[in-house]
């Protein structure tokens, strides 16, 4: 970028001339035809080049929404523009970021988790350990009022695996449940 300001003509050699970064874009979607491409339509009226879309249909997350990642690049100056006109189109941003979650960790939670409110233990599995819960599988094979068992994965930031184990036995210190951990995923 030069000192004085020119004309937006200069602006497209700065994308072209290596200046410009790989971001990650975690989205909520709702199952509905065209949600999809509504939400990558404002990457490209804004600037960004899609690298890759993780899209698994299959997938719900706690909310009930299919979660969506995004591998885009853009010029630095852009990214903030990009993420903005995400949320102004109505679309759930989640996280937004340079940084790819590089690990994922899956933990087995087993206790009473329908009556210690498994909601409340998947929400602060988010907040505390700063993770993403990217699957759930449950298991309750003595109804909701006996034992039950929770398979989650999550992806966390590389290089953060250790706090975010240790924030989740904080969590099932707290909640009298026991955790399996760590079942390596992903790249592992």
Do not use: W
């Not at 599995?125 to 759930?136: G, K, R, S, T």
């Amino acid at each position: 970028m030069g000192d004085a300001p020119d004309s937006g003509e200069d602006e497209p050699d700065a994308e072209t001339d290596g200046g410009v970064r790989a971001y990650t874009v975690r989205l909520e979607l709702v199952d509905e035809p065209g949600e999809l491409l509504r939400a990558l339509a404002p990457i490209a009226d804004n600037g960004g080049n899609l690298l890759s879309i993780h899209h698994q249909r299959g997938n719900i997350t706690p909310r009930g929404h299919i979660p969506v990642e995004v591998d885009l690049e853009c010029p630095p100056d852009r990214f903030d523009d990009i993420v903005d006109a995400l949320r102004d189109a109505g679309v759930n941003v989640i996280q937004a970021g340079e940084e790819h979650y590089g690990e994922e960790v899956s933990v087995v939670l087993v206790g009473n988790l329908v009556e210690t409110d498994l909601s409340n233990t998947l929400s602060r599995i988010e907040d505390e350990a700063d993770a993403v819960v990217q699957d759930l599988s449950l298991a309750a094979p003595e109804g909701t009022d006996g034992i039950s068992s929770a398979r989650a994965r999550l992806a966390i930031d590389s290089g953060r695996s250790e706090e975010a184990i240790a924030a989740i036995r904080s969590i099932g210190s707290d909640k009298g449940l026991t955790v399996v951990e760590p079942l390596l995923g992903g790249e592992a």
